[in-house]
Nanobody, 122 residues
């Protein structure tokens, strides 16, 4: 079965950087688009970034543009989210997910990881 395992979360101060990783198994990783979402307490899960198969396209939510970078390594079946200049409002559980399209909504994603907590303190 498909498994997605996120790692790299933690507690950092505002202005710091973190890199999240998501290791995938049980699917032909290179054929799928990958996305990152986040969910803060009391809020809906929201789109953060997506990368197409073969890394030809990337797409970012406005709040993270210029600060976050999504990338993938098909040889390692892994997608990354480099997060720079972190802000307190970036605090959330971050999830990676698999989609057959270059999608930005939750319902368009087929498989999800369990999430990794990112906490940014002021």
């Amino acid at each position: 079965q498909v498994q997605l395992v996120e790692s790299g979360g933690g507690l950092v101060q505002a202005g710091a950087a973190l890199r999240l990783s998501c290791a995938a198994s049980g699917l032909t990783f290179s054929m799928y688009n990958m996305g990152w979402f986040r969910q803060a307490p009391g809020k809906e899960r929201e789109f953060v970034a997506a990368v197409s198969s073969s890394s030809l396209r990337t797409y970012y939510a406005d709040p993270v543009k210029g600060r976050f970078t999504i990338s993938r390594d098909d040889g390692k079946n892994t997608v990354y989210l480099q997060m720079n200049s972190l802000r307190t409002e970036d605090t959330a559980v971050y999830y990676c997910a698999v989609s057959g399209t270059m999608a930005t909504t939750v319902r368009e994603y087929l498989y999800w990881g369990q999430g990794t907590q990112v906490t940014v303190s002021s």
